[in-house]
T-cell receptor, first 112, second 114 residues
Framework: AQSVAQPEDQVNVAEGNPLTVKCTYS??????LFWYVQYPNRGLQFLLK??????LVKGSYGFEAEFNKSQTSFHLKKPSALVSDSALYFC??????????FGKGTRLHILP | DGGITQSPKYLFRKEGQNVTLSCEQN?????MYWYRQDPGQGLRLIYY???????QKGDIAEGYSVSREKKESFPLTVTSAQKNPTAFYLC?????????????FGQGTRLTVV
């Protein structure tokens, strides 16, 4: 069965600094990986997804993610953080039977 | 205006009552999902459906039931057997059979047992 792990409950970054939110995965076949963001009392919004063959994926709002097959990781990154990036971030994996499993989420605080 | 709609936004239930949460989508998606969100536990999958008249249990299906009589609709019933139903419930939909496509989420229903 597939799974994802987000090892950090919270990440604090100063505005203007680079940020990384970590995600590792476990799948039996090819990984289909996604990042979503959630603002308070709202649904999730799609940020980006892994495309086979591209180790660096670019997404919405200046976010990107780095895929590393040997480390089974798909870390979310942004070169320069904004206060408005503060939110809850989820990593997810989808299997070929359409089942989508999410990590526990990482709360990102960008400090002004 | 395409999207996925959950209703109501807030729902209060007395202990021992069943309640049904609505989820409708007009995105022509085959796959639909229900998740429960609790603080510190992320999103946990309750049920999902790939096609009409078919659905599969997720990781925490006990105390919940669903139906998928129409492609557009995937209602979730929280039964009295669910011991701790107070949570934020999220519905999602996605293209079915295409693993590299993202899910679209509704705005959620916050259920409180009173």
């Amino acid at each position: 069965a597939q799974s994802v792990a987000q090892p950090e409950d919270q990440v604090n970054v100063a505005e203007g600094n680079p940020l990384t939110v970590k995600c590792t995965y476990s799948v039996s076949g090819n990984p289909y990986l996604f990042w979503y963001v959630q603002y308070p009392n709202r649904g999730l919004q799609f940020l980006l997804k892994y495309i086979t063959g591209d180790n660096l994926v670019k997404g919405s709002y200046g976010f990107e993610a780095e895929f590393n097959k040997s480390q089974t990781s798909f870390h979310l990154k942004k070169p320069s953080a904004l206060v408005s990036d503060s939110a809850l971030y989820f990593c997810a994996v989808r299997d070929e039977g359409d089942k989508i499993i999410f990590g526990k989420g990482t709360r990102l605080h960008i400090l002004p | 205006d395409g999207g996925i709609t959950q209703s109501p936004k807030y729902l209060f239930r007395k202990e021992g009552q069943n309640v049904t949460l609505s989820c409708e989508q007009n995105l022509n998606h085959d796959a639909m999902y229900w998740y429960r969100q609790d603080p510190g536990q992320g999103l946990r999958l309750i049920y999902y459906s790939q096609i009409v008249n078919d659905f599969q249990k997720g990781d925490i299906a006990e105390g919940y039931s669903v139906s998928r009589e129409k492609k557009e609709s995937f209602p979730l019933t929280v039964t009295s057997a669910q011991k701790n139903p107070t949570a934020f419930y999220l519905c999602a939909s996605s293209m079915g059979g295409r693993v590299n496509t993202e899910a679209f989420f509704g705005q959620g229903t916050r259920l409180t047992v009173v």
